[in-house]
């Protein structure tokens, strides 16, 4: 292949990269996470009741319940952990009512069906599925399924109960009280609602079970965005003012090599920021920080492999040869450099919750996107003049000798 058609090509790569990378980021949106958005906190005690103590085992399971509650409200770095013997801690990004957020998930929500007498015939414990449907007259209704032993049980109580009413209640609110007119297996319609939201609030709260014991809201307060706008626009003018004089001293340094590894820079950012939208990350406030240490790192490979190609002009080698060696001996030491840090990352993503797991995801993503853009940018960059009088100069690189 001639060498303008390899020009062309590794033009082509990096644009498509460019144009791809700012589709990502214009298509998809980061989401921001509590101390960047706002939302709501609150601070939840369990309280014991007449039959069930308050242990390690019940907290875990209420823990576990509010998180499956949490996660079915679509919410994004949401975070559930226990303080103490009998607390949980709950952040809601983007909730700006606690009062609205606390009727879901801290609700008991015991589902009950009842015989005329009121008595307890079976819970909600059975039930493996609940949605939202709608119902003959166009009016929403929930559609629970039962599990094998579930639909054993409602299919005694509604041939006992035929022609009488069997109340189904959730924490002894009465949501409908229907006639049993046949048998029902497997499967039932809880109806009586006005709004799709309302039908889906409970169907949330039946689909992800009950909590064991009953919680109180000892705490609730709002996080309003303002602080997090505060701290995005100073994030945003300590990453630009870093960027600047980094490039600066790149361009001082290493003359016309420093201005592509800007150039490469720019594009390792735009990457950066379309693989953080297109797999639909969360931005916190100390990923801003991942995200500013993942470029150090950046700028550290692309000073590397220019040390290295150094190194092999001042033996005498030609440019091209120069490259082919400098980013073939820089290789193993950014991989290694590289690899550390992305299992320390991994490490604090898996142990970890909330901001600090933010931290971590942010900052592994731009290790990678760093590696990507040394190995494979900046190379096709500098190949795109390595037959330019800019790149032949005796002061590219930084170098004494041409």
Known sequence: MRYRQRRLLKLAFIIAIIIFSYFLFDYYEINLGLDLRGGSHLVLQAQPSPDREITPEIMNMITSVIERRVNSLGLTEALV????FDRIIVEL????DPNEAIKLIGRTALLTFRNPAGEVLMTGEFIKEARVAYGEFNQPVIRFVLNDEGSKKFEAITRQYQGQKVGIYLDDHLLTNPVVQTVIRGEGVITGYKTVQAAEEHAVLIREGALPVPVKQIEARTIGPTL???????SIRAGLIGLMIVAIYMIIYYRFPGVLAAVA???YGLVLLGTLAGLGATLTLPGIAGIILSIGMAVDANIIIFERIKDERRSGKTLKASIDAGFR???????DANITTLITALILAYFTSGTVRGFAVTLGIGVLVSMFTAFFV?????DLFTRTKLLNSTAAFG???G
């Open 265 to 267: 820079l720019a594009i």
């Open 329 to 335: 001996r820089a290789y193993t030491t950014i991989i």
């Open 81 to 84: 952990q226990q303080e103490g």
């Open 93 to 96: 990004p983007a909730v700006e």
């Open 399 to 401: 170098s004494k000798r």
């Open 378 to 382: 900046t190379r096709n960059i500098l």
């Open 228 to 234: 997090g706008k505060i701290s995005i626009d100073r």
